[in-house]
């Protein structure tokens, strides 16, 4: 994850769909464009979804890492209000 | 302000809205709506507008809960038959979210009070029975420029239309005047079928929240009447001004807010 600059992290594992990505949501919308989030997230459903639904709402998916512990860490650039 | 856990949760299914978001979802929360007429159209559009989060509603009604508005009042239940209207549906809206204040006006409105009772709102739902009440908000909110959605629902039909000042026609551009005291059945007479209120009060909660969020296209400029028997709905093109209208023409003849005599009604809506 060094080589992204991250603006805010936001922690996804404790809620479900479609909370989800409403966290997620929230987080993205306090940031300015061009501001990267880190969504910390479990594997599954959340994997599948929550990229997806940022790139609809106009969000650049710049990276999923996966953890040793199976959750993952998706990077999100803010795109355009 | 920022979200409860318990908020993010209540207004999820808005949030992800790309329309709603956060920002709209906060904006619902400070915005208020008065609804004038506590019946079959004000019960379904109080409902809605509280679960969906509308910060500040204002409710105005004289009446009592009676037996015969149950079948399409459906703010109102069997325990709340003699208290009053605003008072039952105040607790209804309660219930559904928290979140919302709720102002009741306990009282009918009239050429001496509803100035003061819009001048607070961000908008106005007419879910009244009659003509007198349809003119009068009509004219006040022209001269308070203030948008409403105006409907009416009878037997198994509908309409409605919404009103922006400045951007389309009001409801005296097209009705111009209160019909005959006969011309029109009165209410109790009529009848009306129960969902009626739910189809045309949820359509005015629609419109009071898309104007809110600043969302969509409004029914600015055109009527929509829904016939039920038949199953249709009619999306009728009104004249973007009415140059001679009494109220919102060139020269205005009605500059006073005017009490018209009731007919006798039952309160059907």
Sequence with gaps: MAEYKIDDHVDITDVVCPVTFVKAKIAIEELETGQILSVHMNGGEPVQNVPRSMKEEGHKVLKLNKNDDGTFDLIVEKGEE | ?269
């Design chain 2, 1 to 269: 302000m920022a979200f409860s856990n318990e908020q993010i949760e209540r207004y999820s299914r808005h949030i992800i809205l790309k329309e709603v978001g956060v920002k709209g979802q906060k904006k619902l929360l400070n915005s208020s709506v008065l609804i004038i007429g506590a019946g079959g159209l004000g019960a379904p559009a109080a409902m809605y507008l509280a679960a969906a989060g509308v910060g500040t509603i204002g409710i105005a009604d004289a009446d009592e809960v009676d037996l015969s508005n149950l079948q399409r009042q459906i703010i109102h239940s069997t325990n709340d038959v003699g208290k009053a209207k605003v008072l039952s549906a105040k607790e209804t809206m309660e219930a559904i979210n928290p979140d919302v204040k709720v102002n009741t006006y306990r009282t009918f409105v009239a050429s001496d009070n509803i100035m003061d009772l819009i001048k607070d709102y961000d908008f106005i739902i007419d879910g009244t029975d009659n003509f007198p009440a349809k003119f009068l908000i009509n004219d006040a909110c022209v001269m308070a420029k203030k948008p409403f959605s105006h409907a009416g629902i009878i037997r198994f039909q509908g309409q409605l239309m919404t009103y922006v000042p400045g951007e389309g026609p009001c409801y005296r551009c097209v009705f111009k005047d209160p019909p005959p005291k006969d011309a029109v059945p009165t209410c109790k007479q009529a009848g009306v079928i129960g969902a009626m209120g739910g189809v045309i009060g949820s359509l005015q909660a629609m419109e009071a929240v898309k104007y809110l969020l600043g969302a969509g296209d409004l029914l600015v400029g055109y009527l929509l009447t829904y016939d039920a028997l038949k199953m249709e709905f009619r999306k009728i093109k009104l004249p973007k001004k009415v140059k001679s209208c009494a109220v919102c023409g060139e020269h205005p003849t009605v500059t006073e807010l005017i009490d018209y005599e009731q007919a006798e009604c039952d309160g059907v809506l």
